[in-house]
């Protein structure tokens, strides 16, 4: 079959699927943020980091709520700075990837792709 007969019969590419974190936004919860975190409030982060290792991959699989991480890797005993307050420094992290948005913007506008996460 001629090459051009297949790009004929190739279909574009209407959807992309991507990430948030790393892609769109920075990795907000990554080691040197779990590492401010610990330094921030006072947890000792090899306790922490070590919790973290435990649960994360089940809390990214959508198989453990965020409260339900952050219980079981900071919240298991008491301290002395409310969950909310920990979770406003942990969303704090993130900051948008300007270039990346900027393309995923023009793909969008251009292109009309859509967009899923």
Request: charged share 25%.
């Amino acid at each position: 079959m001629p090459a051009t007969a297949v790009m004929e019969r190739q279909k574009h590419i209407t959807t992309l699927f991507l990430d948030i974190g790393g892609v769109l936004l920075s990795d907000g919860w990554d080691r040197n943020s779990r590492k401010d975190a610990s330094e921030h409030f006072h947890i000792d982060h090899l306790a922490m980091e070590e919790r973290h290792h435990i649960n994360f991959s089940t809390y990214e699989l959508g198989k453990l709520s965020l409260n339900d991480y952050l219980a079981s890797v900071i919240f298991y005993e008491r301290r002395d700075f409310s969950i909310t307050a920990f979770k406003k420094f942990m969303f704090s992290q993130s900051k948008p990837l300007p270039n990346m948005l900027k393309l995923v913007r023009m793909l969008k506008k251009n292109i009309n792709l859509r967009l899923s996460h």
